[in-house]
Protein backbone atom coordinates (compact mmCIF):
# COMPACT_ATOMS: atom_id res chain seq x y z
CA UNK A 1 0.00 0.00 0.00
CA UNK A 2 1.46 3.41 -0.65
CA UNK A 3 2.31 6.24 1.65
CA UNK A 4 -0.10 9.07 1.77
CA UNK A 5 0.83 11.55 -0.55
CA UNK A 6 2.74 14.60 0.58
CA UNK A 7 2.00 17.47 -1.28
CA UNK A 8 4.61 20.20 -0.53
CA UNK A 9 3.80 24.27 -1.77
CA UNK A 10 6.80 26.02 -3.28
CA UNK A 11 4.88 29.87 -2.84
CA UNK A 12 7.88 32.17 -4.98
CA UNK A 13 11.73 30.75 -5.19
CA UNK A 14 14.08 32.87 -6.55
CA UNK A 15 13.99 31.48 -10.53
CA UNK A 16 10.30 32.60 -11.39
CA UNK A 17 10.38 36.41 -12.13
CA UNK A 18 7.31 39.05 -11.62
CA UNK A 19 7.24 39.64 -15.25
CA UNK A 20 6.22 36.16 -15.53
CA UNK A 21 3.17 36.14 -13.66
CA UNK A 22 1.41 38.55 -11.47
CA UNK A 23 0.33 36.17 -9.25
CA UNK A 24 3.56 35.71 -7.91
CA UNK A 25 3.89 36.51 -4.30
CA UNK A 26 6.66 38.12 -2.51
CA UNK A 27 5.77 40.55 0.14
CA UNK A 28 5.14 38.97 3.43
CA UNK A 29 1.35 39.05 3.60
CA UNK A 30 1.08 37.35 -0.19
CA UNK A 31 2.81 34.43 0.99
CA UNK A 32 0.88 34.30 4.38
CA UNK A 33 -2.29 34.07 1.87
CA UNK A 34 -1.20 31.46 -0.46
CA UNK A 35 0.95 29.34 1.92
CA UNK A 36 -2.96 29.25 4.18
CA UNK A 37 -4.79 28.24 0.85
CA UNK A 38 -2.82 25.86 -0.16
CA UNK A 39 -2.52 24.01 2.64
CA UNK A 40 -6.62 24.44 2.95
CA UNK A 41 -6.25 22.62 -0.72
CA UNK A 42 -4.11 19.79 0.40
CA UNK A 43 -0.63 20.59 0.67
CA UNK A 44 0.80 19.27 3.88
CA UNK A 45 4.64 21.66 3.72
CA UNK A 46 5.38 24.91 2.32
CA UNK A 47 8.52 25.72 1.13
CA UNK A 48 9.80 29.56 1.61
CA UNK A 49 12.09 32.01 0.00
CA UNK A 50 11.34 35.32 1.08
CA UNK A 51 12.02 38.70 -1.14
CA UNK A 52 12.34 42.08 -1.49
CA UNK A 53 8.64 42.98 -0.25
CA UNK A 54 9.18 46.13 -2.71
CA UNK A 55 10.87 45.12 -5.58
CA UNK A 56 10.18 41.47 -5.81
CA UNK A 57 13.94 40.64 -5.88
CA UNK A 58 15.11 37.53 -4.18
CA UNK A 59 17.14 38.03 -0.72
CA UNK A 60 18.30 35.60 1.89
CA UNK A 61 18.30 38.30 4.34
CA UNK A 62 17.04 36.32 7.83
CA UNK A 63 15.16 39.37 8.22
CA UNK A 64 13.28 39.29 5.31
CA UNK A 65 11.77 35.40 6.58
CA UNK A 66 10.64 36.63 9.72
CA UNK A 67 7.74 38.52 8.45
CA UNK A 68 6.89 35.65 6.60
CA UNK A 69 7.03 32.90 9.32
CA UNK A 70 5.46 34.79 12.15
CA UNK A 71 2.53 35.24 9.84
CA UNK A 72 2.29 31.76 9.09
CA UNK A 73 2.25 31.06 12.57
CA UNK A 74 -0.19 33.53 13.53
CA UNK A 75 -2.50 32.05 10.90
CA UNK A 76 -3.19 29.03 13.19
CA UNK A 77 -3.13 26.76 10.48
CA UNK A 78 -0.62 23.92 10.71
CA UNK A 79 1.58 23.21 8.30
CA UNK A 80 5.43 22.08 7.78
CA UNK A 81 7.91 24.92 7.11
CA UNK A 82 10.70 24.31 5.10
CA UNK A 83 13.09 27.09 4.50
CA UNK A 84 15.08 27.41 1.35
CA UNK A 85 18.89 27.45 2.05
CA UNK A 86 19.75 27.59 -1.79
CA UNK A 87 18.65 31.33 -2.13
CA UNK A 88 19.50 32.47 -5.87
CA UNK A 89 21.85 34.13 -7.87
CA UNK A 90 24.32 36.01 -6.21
CA UNK A 91 24.04 34.76 -2.91
CA UNK A 92 27.03 33.11 -1.18
CA UNK A 93 25.92 29.85 0.49
CA UNK A 94 26.93 31.61 4.16
CA UNK A 95 24.30 33.77 3.83
CA UNK A 96 21.75 31.09 2.65
CA UNK A 97 22.16 29.25 5.55
CA UNK A 98 21.88 31.37 7.98
CA UNK A 99 17.88 31.14 8.33
CA UNK A 100 18.53 27.94 9.74
CA UNK A 101 20.53 28.90 13.35
CA UNK A 102 18.02 31.29 13.23
CA UNK A 103 14.97 30.08 12.61
CA UNK A 104 15.66 26.32 13.38
CA UNK A 105 12.88 24.90 10.89
CA UNK A 106 11.72 21.78 10.92
CA UNK A 107 12.94 21.28 7.60
CA UNK A 108 15.25 22.91 5.06
CA UNK A 109 16.33 22.57 1.63
CA UNK A 110 19.92 21.07 1.25
CA UNK A 111 21.19 21.08 -3.00
CA UNK A 112 23.44 18.11 -3.21
CA UNK A 113 26.12 19.58 -6.05
CA UNK A 114 27.17 22.68 -7.86
CA UNK A 115 25.65 23.46 -11.54
CA UNK A 116 24.90 26.06 -14.07
CA UNK A 117 21.70 26.72 -12.49
CA UNK A 118 19.95 28.42 -15.55
CA UNK A 119 17.03 30.59 -16.75
CA UNK A 120 18.43 32.55 -19.16
CA UNK A 121 16.41 31.81 -21.86
CA UNK A 122 12.86 33.19 -20.44
CA UNK A 123 14.80 36.35 -20.72
CA UNK A 124 14.16 35.80 -24.82
CA UNK A 125 10.74 35.90 -23.98
CA UNK A 126 10.61 39.63 -22.74
CA UNK A 127 11.55 43.11 -24.29
CA UNK A 128 13.25 45.29 -21.92
CA UNK A 129 10.26 47.72 -21.85
CA UNK A 130 7.99 45.01 -20.58
CA UNK A 131 10.07 44.10 -17.45
CA UNK A 132 8.00 45.29 -14.18
CA UNK A 133 11.53 46.03 -11.91
CA UNK A 134 14.34 47.18 -12.97
CA UNK A 135 16.70 44.05 -11.76
CA UNK A 136 14.60 41.21 -13.37
CA UNK A 137 16.38 41.50 -17.05
CA UNK A 138 20.03 41.39 -15.53
CA UNK A 139 19.03 38.78 -12.95
CA UNK A 140 17.49 36.56 -15.76
CA UNK A 141 20.33 36.86 -18.12
CA UNK A 142 23.02 36.62 -15.81
CA UNK A 143 22.11 33.30 -14.61
CA UNK A 144 23.89 32.24 -18.25
CA UNK A 145 26.84 32.40 -16.04
CA UNK A 146 25.70 31.78 -12.35
CA UNK A 147 27.45 28.90 -10.96
CA UNK A 148 25.34 27.94 -8.04
CA UNK A 149 27.89 26.76 -5.47
CA UNK A 150 27.54 23.47 -3.34
CA UNK A 151 30.81 22.24 -3.01
CA UNK A 152 31.66 19.79 -0.77
CA UNK A 153 33.05 21.77 1.80
CA UNK A 154 29.54 23.82 1.75
CA UNK A 155 27.65 20.80 1.87
CA UNK A 156 30.05 19.68 4.99
CA UNK A 157 28.93 22.88 6.73
CA UNK A 158 25.22 22.64 5.15
CA UNK A 159 24.77 19.01 7.24
CA UNK A 160 26.44 20.14 10.11
CA UNK A 161 24.58 22.80 11.10
CA UNK A 162 21.27 21.38 9.71
CA UNK A 163 22.24 18.22 12.41
CA UNK A 164 22.94 20.42 15.31
CA UNK A 165 19.47 22.67 14.77
CA UNK A 166 17.60 19.07 13.97
CA UNK A 167 16.45 20.71 10.91
CA UNK A 168 15.63 17.96 8.49
CA UNK A 169 17.71 18.30 5.13
CA UNK A 170 15.24 17.81 2.11
CA UNK A 171 17.84 16.76 -0.47
CA UNK A 172 17.50 18.65 -4.03
CA UNK A 173 19.08 16.70 -6.56
CA UNK A 174 19.33 17.63 -10.25
CA UNK A 175 21.08 15.08 -11.41
CA UNK A 176 22.91 11.19 -11.41
CA UNK A 177 25.82 12.62 -9.79
CA UNK A 178 23.57 14.48 -7.01
CA UNK A 179 22.92 10.82 -5.23
CA UNK A 180 26.52 10.10 -5.48
CA UNK A 181 27.55 13.36 -3.66
CA UNK A 182 24.67 12.13 -1.38
CA UNK A 183 26.10 8.62 -0.55
CA UNK A 184 29.49 10.31 0.12
CA UNK A 185 27.87 12.32 2.67
CA UNK A 186 26.45 9.41 4.35
CA UNK A 187 29.74 7.46 4.10
CA UNK A 188 31.69 9.96 6.18
CA UNK A 189 28.76 10.13 8.37
CA UNK A 190 27.57 14.00 8.02
CA UNK A 191 24.21 12.50 7.00
CA UNK A 192 21.79 9.82 8.34
CA UNK A 193 18.89 7.76 7.04
CA UNK A 194 15.95 7.75 5.99
CA UNK A 195 16.64 10.74 3.72
CA UNK A 196 13.80 13.01 2.07
CA UNK A 197 15.08 13.54 -1.04
CA UNK A 198 13.31 16.14 -3.68
CA UNK A 199 14.26 14.59 -7.49
CA UNK A 200 14.51 18.56 -9.38
CA UNK A 201 13.65 17.32 -12.91
CA UNK A 202 13.42 20.29 -15.92
CA UNK A 203 16.21 23.03 -14.52
CA UNK A 204 18.74 23.87 -17.50
CA UNK A 205 22.00 22.82 -15.93
CA UNK A 206 20.41 19.46 -14.80
CA UNK A 207 18.57 16.56 -15.63
CA UNK A 208 15.36 16.87 -17.74
CA UNK A 209 11.44 16.47 -16.43
CA UNK A 210 10.84 13.26 -18.23
CA UNK A 211 9.67 9.78 -17.48
CA UNK A 212 13.07 8.35 -18.36
CA UNK A 213 15.10 10.60 -15.89
CA UNK A 214 12.55 10.63 -13.16
CA UNK A 215 13.38 6.61 -13.31
CA UNK A 216 16.78 6.62 -14.07
CA UNK A 217 16.64 8.82 -10.40
CA UNK A 218 14.91 6.38 -8.59
CA UNK A 219 16.39 3.41 -9.64
CA UNK A 220 19.91 5.26 -8.95
CA UNK A 221 18.50 6.11 -5.27
CA UNK A 222 17.12 2.59 -4.82
CA UNK A 223 20.52 1.18 -5.87
CA UNK A 224 22.50 3.70 -3.04
CA UNK A 225 20.53 3.89 -0.79
CA UNK A 226 17.67 1.10 -0.84
CA UNK A 227 14.07 1.88 -1.34
CA UNK A 228 13.44 1.90 2.47
CA UNK A 229 16.10 4.49 3.63
CA UNK A 230 14.31 7.14 1.78
CA UNK A 231 11.27 8.77 0.90
CA UNK A 232 11.15 11.16 -2.49
CA UNK A 233 9.21 13.48 -4.06
CA UNK A 234 9.50 15.56 -7.58
CA UNK A 235 9.24 18.66 -8.91
CA UNK A 236 8.97 19.23 -12.37
CA UNK A 237 9.96 22.72 -13.41
CA UNK A 238 8.37 24.18 -16.46
CA UNK A 239 4.65 23.09 -17.84
CA UNK A 240 3.00 20.76 -18.34
CA UNK A 241 6.21 18.73 -16.62
CA UNK A 242 4.98 19.80 -13.41
CA UNK A 243 1.83 17.91 -13.48
CA UNK A 244 3.52 14.91 -15.71
CA UNK A 245 6.13 14.57 -12.91
CA UNK A 246 3.10 14.36 -10.45
CA UNK A 247 1.17 11.67 -12.32
CA UNK A 248 4.27 9.65 -12.14
CA UNK A 249 5.21 10.26 -8.85
CA UNK A 250 1.35 9.73 -7.54
CA UNK A 251 1.34 6.44 -9.61
CA UNK A 252 4.60 5.20 -8.26
CA UNK A 253 4.43 5.91 -4.80
CA UNK A 254 6.31 8.94 -4.52
CA UNK A 255 5.62 13.02 -3.18
CA UNK A 256 4.64 16.04 -5.15
CA UNK A 257 5.99 19.04 -5.25
CA UNK A 258 4.38 22.12 -7.03
CA UNK A 259 4.30 25.73 -7.19
CA UNK A 260 5.17 29.12 -8.74
CA UNK A 261 8.93 28.84 -7.73
CA UNK A 262 8.39 25.61 -10.26
CA UNK A 263 5.80 26.58 -12.83
CA UNK A 264 3.68 29.53 -13.28
CA UNK A 265 0.54 27.22 -15.55
CA UNK A 266 -2.23 25.41 -14.53
CA UNK A 267 -3.22 24.41 -17.93
CA UNK A 268 -1.63 26.30 -21.65
CA UNK A 269 -1.23 29.74 -22.04
CA UNK A 270 -3.85 29.77 -18.18
CA UNK A 271 -1.54 31.59 -15.27
CA UNK A 272 -2.37 29.62 -11.85
CA UNK A 273 -2.05 30.95 -8.12
CA UNK A 274 -0.23 28.34 -6.13
CA UNK A 275 -3.54 27.63 -4.72
CA UNK A 276 -4.14 26.62 -8.47
CA UNK A 277 -1.60 24.11 -8.13
CA UNK A 278 -2.31 22.47 -5.61
CA UNK A 279 -5.98 21.98 -6.57
CA UNK A 280 -4.49 20.33 -9.44
CA UNK A 281 -1.67 17.74 -7.82
CA UNK A 282 -4.63 17.04 -5.42
CA UNK A 283 -6.91 15.80 -8.37
CA UNK A 284 -4.21 13.80 -9.91
CA UNK A 285 -3.56 12.55 -6.50
CA UNK A 286 -7.31 11.16 -6.14
CA UNK A 287 -7.30 9.94 -9.79
CA UNK A 288 -4.41 7.18 -8.43
CA UNK A 289 -6.28 6.79 -5.16
CA UNK A 290 -3.41 7.99 -3.28
CA UNK A 291 -4.71 9.69 -0.18
CA UNK A 292 -3.36 12.85 1.08
CA UNK A 293 -1.16 13.58 3.97
CA UNK A 294 -1.86 15.69 6.26
CA UNK A 295 1.11 18.19 7.86
CA UNK A 296 0.97 15.71 11.45
CA UNK A 297 1.26 12.80 9.28
CA UNK A 298 3.85 14.07 6.98
CA UNK A 299 5.59 14.82 10.14
CA UNK A 300 5.38 11.13 11.08
CA UNK A 301 6.66 9.86 7.56
CA UNK A 302 9.77 11.80 7.68
CA UNK A 303 10.56 11.94 11.04
CA UNK A 304 10.24 15.56 11.73
CA UNK A 305 11.07 17.57 15.65
CA UNK A 306 6.90 18.92 15.12
CA UNK A 307 6.38 22.55 14.94
CA UNK A 308 6.61 23.43 18.57
CA UNK A 309 10.44 22.80 18.17
CA UNK A 310 11.28 25.56 15.68
CA UNK A 311 12.23 29.32 16.57
CA UNK A 312 9.49 31.41 14.81
N1 LIG B 1 14.19 26.29 -7.31
C1 LIG B 1 14.08 24.86 -7.33
C2 LIG B 1 14.24 24.31 -8.69
C3 LIG B 1 16.21 25.59 -3.00
O1 LIG B 1 15.36 26.41 -2.70
O2 LIG B 1 17.10 25.24 -2.23
C4 LIG B 1 14.98 24.20 -6.36
C5 LIG B 1 14.94 24.71 -4.96
C6 LIG B 1 16.23 24.93 -4.33
O3 LIG B 1 13.89 24.88 -4.40
ZN1 LIG C 1 13.47 26.81 -3.47
Known amino acids: ?10 LTGAITIPTQSDKLPYTSEQLVADAVAC ?13 NPETGQPSSDPD ?7 GIR ?19 PTERLRVVPRYKPEVASFNLGSMN ?24 EGTKDFIFRNTFGDMETFAKTMAEHNTKPEFEAYDVGHLYNLRFLLKEKLVQPPFWIQFV ?14 IVMKQTADRLFGAENYRWSVIGVGYPMEFNMAGMAAMMGGHVRVGLEDNIFVGRRQLATNAQLVEKAVRIAREFDRELATPEE ?14 F
Not at 39 to 51: E, N, T
Not at 119 to 132: G, L, Q
Open 117 to 140: FSIHPVARRFKPEDYRFGWEQAYA
Open 201 to 214: LGVLGGLAATPEDL
Open 1 to 10: MADKLIITAA
Open 298 to 311: ARGMLGLKGSAAVN
Open 74 to 92: ASGVDMIVGTTTGGGMGML
Open 39 to 51: VKAGAAAVHIHAR
Open 64 to 70: LFAPILA
